[in-house]
């Protein structure tokens, strides 16, 4: 009787070892189905439903190729052929409303006891929905690589702007020239003679000139984009950075609405520009992405700033497009959520804006109605500190006071416009590197004003500057820097460091000699 007793026993343990199996299977996180030999579901747990959308009643009975997407099931069935062990990969699953997805899939083997040998009695399929991992995976290669075009960004627009920079002074260096003629020629002869032609070829250059300062333009804005000083702040002028984003999303926007800016009095706010573009920027593609194309006449983008009671800054992008509905309107500023199609975005652009934001003081807002558009708020603290404008260059009005000026850049192109610009005013002289120019201090020379280029090769810009306080520390507190994008680390650095003025390529000619004086004096 006890043996019977004990054999009762284990038999009652084996059936709640089971049941607590079986429950364990059908709770698991995983989807489990079971397949028998011929290829057929015998069961199915909850997360399978979930995942596939297939009840048991739905699932049970059907072929195993009903999960699988048609281009992976070779594969598959030649794993379940070989079924003498686990095997694991990537496939792709087919739902039951036909969309298909990424999932692993685990096909387990199982067996009975044979006193001899096993034999197979079908598969577990424990499938792992692969979709937000690989979401995750593809927006972690893309702020990659948008990283790594905000690098390659910074180096293209200063490689443009060191050509730029001397297409620009000798087009004003000929300009002035011609200007300068015509102005002693006879005018009487109108039909054609030499001052006709030289005023044609004087608005040639002036065309050439706009051309180019809208290339100086482009390689402006870009570099708002391209900068790694994230973690700078200061004083930031919201309108110049709106302009700058505007014009970045140009392409997107007018072929769209209709942009119009109703731009109000904004306090400088406390910021970066660099982070304050990408929100800007990404509200602006936003909001044309909101419009379909080809009614630019009938759609809107309107972008209006002005200051609330307390003082701060608002900023609005408001569209007309197809406006947001409100079941996931408190949605679209989580990670990786995006109502894009795959391929045409991130998920992550409202995220970021809004982290940008917050950790400035502000924070952004939408109102939105379905087939009325969408208004994006953004509202930042005044700067504690206004930042001095920007002065306007006056027409000069005498005689520039001169002096000797030394010149310092390895572009032969830039030292040649610079001279021609310059050497009316000041007594000028060129170095082509560094070196040279130390050599010449060394020599006993000494400069009313020294323009030297920050990047060069050998021996940069900060180079000579730590030489000169060594040699003479007075030559370099006269250093002016010339700079087309300080896209290193260390440049990034001495610019904060050091409090010399600066001036950027490609250079505004007229601004530079009001600099020049102001320097002098």
């Known amino acids: 009787m006890a043996t019977v ?265 406390e910021g970066n520009e660099s982070r304050l573009g990408q929100v800007f920027l990404n509200l602006l593609l936003n909001a044309a992405h909101a419009i379909p194309e080809g009614e630019t006449e009938r759609n809107e983008i309107r972008v209006s700033t002005r200051t609330d009671a307390r003082g701060y800054a608002i900023i609005e992008v408001r569209d007309s497009g197809m406006g947001i509905p409100l079941e996931i309107r408190e949605r679209i500023f989580d990670p990786f959520f995006t109502t894009k199609s795959a391929g045409e975005g991130t998920g992550l652009g409202l995220w970021i804006c809004s982290g940008i934001l917050s950790a400035l003081g502000g924070e952004v807002r939408v109102d939105s109605e379905i087939g009325r558009g969408s208004t994006f708020r953004v509202t930042l603290p005044p700067a504690a500190v206004e930042a001095v404008s920007e002065f306007e260059a006056p027409t000069p009005d005498g005689e520039a006071q001169g002096g000797r000026l030394l010149i310092i850049d390895d572009e032969q192109m830039i030292l040649g416009a610079l001279r021609r610009s310059l050497s009316g005013e000041y007594n000028v002289t060129c170095a082509s590197d560094g070196r040279r120019a130390i050599e010449r201090l060394r020599a006993g020379d000494r400069y009313d004003l020294i323009l030297c280029d920050l990047m060069m090769p050998e021996m940069t810009g900060m180079d000579v500057f730590a030489e000169m306080e060594k040699l003479a520390p007075d030559q370099s507190e006269r250093m002016v820097f010339v700079t087309g994008g300080a896209f290193t680390t260390r440049a990034r650095e001495f610019l904060e460091r050091v409090p010399n003025a600066r001036v950027e390529k490609p250079i505004d000619f007229q601004n530079l000699r009001v600099l020049l004086r102001n320097l002098r004096r």
Request: proline share 4%.
């Open 5 to 269: 007793r004990t054999s009762d026993l284990l038999v009652s343990r084996l059936e709640e070892q089971v049941r607590e199996l079986r429950a364990a299977l059908e709770d698991a996180a995983e989807a489990i189905c079971r397949i028998d030999l011929a290829g057929r579901v015998l069961s199915v747990n909850r997360a399978f439903v979930r995942l596939g959308g297939r009840g048991p009643a739905d699932a049970v009975g059907r072929s195993w190729e009903d999960l699988v997407a048609p281009l992976d099931r070779p594969v598959v069935a030649a794993d379940l052929a070989a079924s003498a062990a686990k095997v694991e990969r990537e496939v792709r699953g087919l739902r039951e409303d036909g969309t298909v997805f990424e999932m692993q899939l685990t096909i387990v083997p199982v067996f009975d006891a044979h006193p001899s040998r096993p034999v197979a009695k079908g598969h577990y399929f424990f499938i792992r929905d692969l979709t937000e991992r690989k979401r995750m995976e593809n927006q972690l290669i893309f702020a990659g690589r948008m990283a790594a075009v905000g690098t390659l960004a910074a180096g293209v627009a200063h490689e443009i702007n060191n050509p730029l920079a001397y297409i620009v002074a000798n087009i004003d260096f000929a300009r002035h020239q011609i200007t300068t003629v015509a102005s002693r020629l006879s005018r009487s002869d109108a039909g054609g003679g030499p001052g006709h032609v030289l005023d044609e070829t004087g608005e040639a250059l002036t065309e050439a000139r706009q051309g180019a300062e809208r290339v100086r333009n482009i390689v402006r804005d870009l570099r708002v984009f391209a900068r790694g000083d994230e973690d700078q702040s200061g004083p930031v002028a919201v309108r110049r950075v709106l302009d700058s984003s505007i014009n970045i999303a140009w392409n997107e926007i007018r072929h769209r609405a209709r942009l119009v800016k109703d731009y109000g009095d904004t306090p400088m706010v």
